[in-house]
């Protein structure tokens, strides 16, 4: 029994509801300073190894890390070791390769372990952009008090100062788009949250500072059949 527990328990952490366990795993996109914002856990670790636990009905896959850095988690766990998922990726368990990548691993504690899954941000950091890099380092922490909108069809409004539009979706390019890239939603002084536009490229032009505030907010919407800038 204990061992059914365990496993009921990993999906639950991993927020995938039971009723989904047959289907496959799918997973709204969040910008990554939500990612940061709501996990216990972000680290930069190599994946040194792995072994399959026969745990509860699906089994659970551990792997063992080396921590390079800890972003946040300080007051959860000093120094993490081992990540644990859903052995199977159809029910939004992570694969990480062995020995190859440095990870940024986010993930929530649970009874002292840290587990993680598709539905979390994991990237290898290669990956990331140099905005992302110091979103993790830093400024996603800025931001933590302000609540990043997504907005799918227009038009979209801010009902909050506290509140950044995340337009990307409304753009013809790529998605995710420079929001997600390379974008923070900061607080400022007086309270409002804005974007913040970090490095792209070394070769490109330097970070621009915070936007100023449009107001009043009744007025800050994307209308029907535009397309909004960061």
């Known amino acids: 029994y204990g061992s059914w527990a365990a496993g009921v328990v ?9 009723h989904q366990i047959a289907q496959a795993c799918s997973c709204a996109l969040s910008h990554p300073q939500d990612a940061f914002c709501n996990s216990d856990i972000v680290i930069r670790a190599k994946v040194v190894g792995k072994k399959l636990l026969k745990d509860g009905p699906f089994g659970t896959m551990r792997y063992t890390v080396k921590q390079m850095k800890m972003y946040k988690g300080f007051d959860k766990i000093q120094h993490v070791q081992h990540i644990y998922t859903v052995a199977s990726e159809s029910l939004c368990g992570v694969k990480f390769d062995v020995n190859k990548y440095q990870y940024l691993i986010t993930g929530r504690v649970y009874d002292g372990k840290v587990y993680t899954g598709l539905c979390n941000f994991n990237e290898k950091w290669e990956q990331l952009t140099l905005a ?18 997504a907005c799918h069809y227009p038009p979209c409004f801010l009902t909050s100062k506290s509140e950044c539009l995340w337009t990307d979706r409304l753009s013809h390019s790529e998605f995710p788009g420079h929001q997600f890239r390379h974008f923070a939603c900061i607080q400022q002084k007086e309270g409002h949250c804005t974007w913040y536009r970090g490095s792209l490229t070394h070769k490109k032009k330097p970070p621009a500072p915070l936007s100023p505030q449009p107001t009043p907010l009744a007025t800050r919407r994307v209308p029907p059949n535009s397309t909004a800038a960061p």
Do not use: A, D, E, T
């Open 10 to 18: 990993l999906l639950l952490v991993l927020c995938l509801p039971l």
């Open 132 to 149: 992302q890099k110091k979103g993790f380092n830093h400024r996603y922490q800025q931001g933590c008090n302000c609540r990043i909108k």
